[in-house]
């Protein structure tokens, strides 16, 4: 009786997970951590190790990790770092190279992580961070819209050019605004959601007019935002604001996907962060799927840009669970897992995974290599939540008329130096 009551104690701890090892995880909440959670029962199944995994919005993680992780104790045993947030985290965190080995999964060699993505986990010349996910620009463009022969027939009278994805910024208003006008469809996508998010949209009209917002120079960061060029950038948005959706001054993710995808008369053209794909090409959650087009960004009158908005997996260094916390890094980043992941619709930042010929069926992966040749950076520092907040509000009051461009950009650049000059620069 005693050896059945010891195994019915055994199991029962095993059941409740009672002493069991458990590792906590801070991620953002878009469709490719949802896609890996759905495989966490084979990680936990093979390692014994169960995953709490939190999701929240992306300024909630910063808003997270800035309380619950500090040098002497922590609540999570692996937090995501956006890679503009880096700088605000990386003297917290293990340096990649003194990860502990794996177990059961082996450590994932650097070389395996896409070269445009891996520098978003460098600090200081220490790698704090994996990154995980292929988190660019990529253009969308409605294969609906530009195979239509009759509008082909009409743009070509009107504009002299053949109807198709836009190359460039000018091509990108001449087709919106044609769209815009006959009622067919809103002409332009924007994001005007969150701080991180609209600070990306300044940067990629900032890069493709020429102009770096903040360079880091004799050991100082300084703002180096040409601002005829800038204010060049922010007017051409405000005329692109003109041809997108009604509430576009306010439209984030959410916002975008049902305008885009859900709506009757859709969306022209817009970016998207690949990661989302698989939710537009859902024919049960979208009017379009396999009816969108993919390809890099269209051109600024001063080059391509493709702004870079990938995550790292980090490890305080206050966590008591950092050997399974690796492990699970090492399993996400397996071939294996990301290739299933590539699968779901989703983009790890795996070169051999998103390489595969196995998904030649699948076209905005060769979009979103074509994309990595212009990935851009945002600005990293640790002022960066500050900036991004003076970005935010300045942008959308240029771009929706309620200040004229050029003072926003003024007012940014203002504002930005007194951050920087608060924090010895």
Same mark, same amino acid.
């Given at each position: 009786?005693?050896?059945?009551?010891?195994?019915?104690?055994?199991?029962?701890?095993?059941?409740?997970?009672?002493?069991?090892?458990?590792?906590?995880?801070?991620?953002?909440?878009?469709?490719?951590?949802? #896609?890996?959670?759905?495989?966490?029962?084979?990680?936990?199944?093979?390692?014994?190790?169960? &995953?709490?995994?939190?999701?929240?919005?992306?300024?909630?993680?910063?808003?997270?990790?800035? *309380? #619950? *992780?500090?040098?002497?104790?922590?609540?999570?045993?692996?937090?995501?770092?956006?890679?503009?947030?880096?700088?605000?985290?990386?003297?917290? %965190? *293990?340096?990649?190279?003194?990860?502990?080995?794996?177990?059961?999964?082996?450590?994932?060699?650097?070389?395996?992580?896409?070269?445009?993505?891996?520098?978003?986990?460098?600090?200081?010349?220490?790698?704090?961070?994996?990154?995980?996910?292929?988190?660019?620009?990529?253009?969308?463009?409605?294969?609906?819209?530009?195979?239509?022969?009759?509008?082909?027939?009409?743009?070509?009278? $009107?504009?002299?050019?053949?109807?198709?994805?836009?190359?460039?910024? $000018?091509?990108?208003?001449? %087709?919106?605004?044609?769209?815009?006008?006959?009622?067919?469809? #809103?002409?332009?996508?924007?994001?005007?959601?969150?701080?991180?998010?609209?600070?990306?949209?300044?940067?990629?009209?900032?890069?493709?007019?020429?102009?770096?917002?903040?360079?880091?120079?004799?050991?100082?960061?300084?703002?180096?935002?040409?601002?005829?060029?800038?204010?060049?950038? %922010?007017?051409?948005? $405000?005329?692109?604001?003109?041809?997108?959706?009604?509430?576009?001054?306010?439209?984030?993710?959410?916002?975008?996907?049902?305008?885009?995808?859900?709506?009757?008369?859709?969306?022209?053209? %817009?970016?998207?962060?690949?990661?989302?794909?698989?939710?537009?090409?859902?024919?049960?959650?979208?009017? *379009?799927?396999?009816?969108?087009?993919?390809?890099?960004?269209?051109?600024?009158?001063?080059?391509?840009?493709?702004?870079?908005?990938?995550?790292?997996?980090?490890?305080?260094?206050?966590? $008591?669970?950092?050997?399974?916390?690796?492990?699970?890094?090492?399993?996400?980043?397996?071939?294996?897992?990301?290739?299933?992941?590539?699968?779901?619709?989703?983009?790890?930042?795996?070169?051999?995974?998103?390489?595969?010929?196995?998904?030649?069926?699948?076209?905005?992966?060769?979009?979103?290599?074509?994309?990595?040749?212009?990935?851009?950076?945002?600005?990293?520092?640790?002022?960066?939540?500050?900036?991004?907040?003076?970005?935010?509000?300045?942008?959308?009051?240029?771009?929706?008329?309620?200040?004229?461009? &050029?003072?926003?950009?003024?007012?940014?650049?203002?504002?930005?130096?007194? &951050?920087?000059?608060?924090?010895?620069?």
């Amino acid at each position: 009786m005693r050896k059945i009551a010891a195994i019915a104690f055994v199991a029962f701890i095993t059941i409740s997970g009672l002493g069991a090892q458990t590792i906590n995880v801070l991620l953002w909440d878009d469709p490719y951590p949802k #896609a890996l959670q759905a495989m966490l029962p084979e990680f936990e199944k093979a390692t014994g190790i169960k &995953v709490n995994i939190e999701m929240l919005q992306p300024p909630q993680v910063l808003t997270k990790t800035s *309380v #619950a *992780v500090s040098k002497t104790s922590t609540d999570y045993d692996i937090v995501a770092m956006d890679e503009g947030n880096v700088p605000l985290f990386a003297n917290l %965190m *293990v340096p990649y190279e003194a990860w502990p080995a794996g177990k059961k999964f082996p450590k994932v060699g650097k070389e395996t992580v896409t070269p445009a993505m891996l520098d978003v986990g460098m600090w200081d010349g220490k790698l704090v961070g994996l990154p995980i996910n292929g988190n660019l620009y990529v253009w969308m463009t409605r294969k609906d819209l530009v195979e239509n022969p009759q509008y082909r027939k009409d743009f070509k009278a $009107k504009y002299n050019y053949d109807l198709g994805v836009p190359k460039t910024f $000018k091509q990108m208003l001449e %087709m919106g605004t044609f769209f815009n006008e006959r009622g067919i469809s #809103a002409g332009f996508g924007p994001f005007n959601g969150g701080p991180a998010g609209v600070h990306g949209e300044a940067i990629f009209m900032w890069e493709s007019y020429g102009t770096h917002f903040i360079d880091y120079q004799g050991g100082k960061y300084k703002v180096v935002l040409d601002e005829k060029k800038a204010t060049e950038g %922010m007017e051409f948005y $405000k005329k692109l604001m003109a041809i997108s959706p009604k509430g576009a001054e306010t439209m984030a993710h959410v916002e975008r996907q049902a305008a885009f995808a859900a709506d009757p008369k859709g969306v022209f053209s %817009m970016f998207i962060w690949p990661a989302q794909i698989s939710a537009y090409e859902d024919p049960d959650k979208s009017l *379009v799927a396999g009816k969108i087009l993919y390809s890099a960004p269209p051109a600024g009158p001063a080059k391509t840009v493709a702004v870079r908005g990938t995550w790292a997996l980090s490890i305080p260094a206050a966590s $008591k669970q950092q050997a399974a916390a690796a492990e699970f890094v090492y399993w996400w980043a397996s071939k294996d897992i990301a290739s299933r992941l590539v699968e779901a619709n989703t983009i790890p930042a795996r070169s051999d995974a998103l390489a595969d010929p196995r998904f030649a069926n699948k076209p905005w992966l060769a979009a979103i290599a074509e994309s990595m040749k212009y990935a851009t950076a945002r600005p990293r520092l640790k002022e960066i939540p500050q900036i991004q907040d003076i970005v935010k509000k300045y942008w959308i009051q240029g771009i929706t008329g309620q200040t004229p461009c &050029v003072d926003a950009v003024k007012a940014i650049i203002k504002e930005t130096n007194a &951050v920087l000059a608060a924090a010895g620069n």
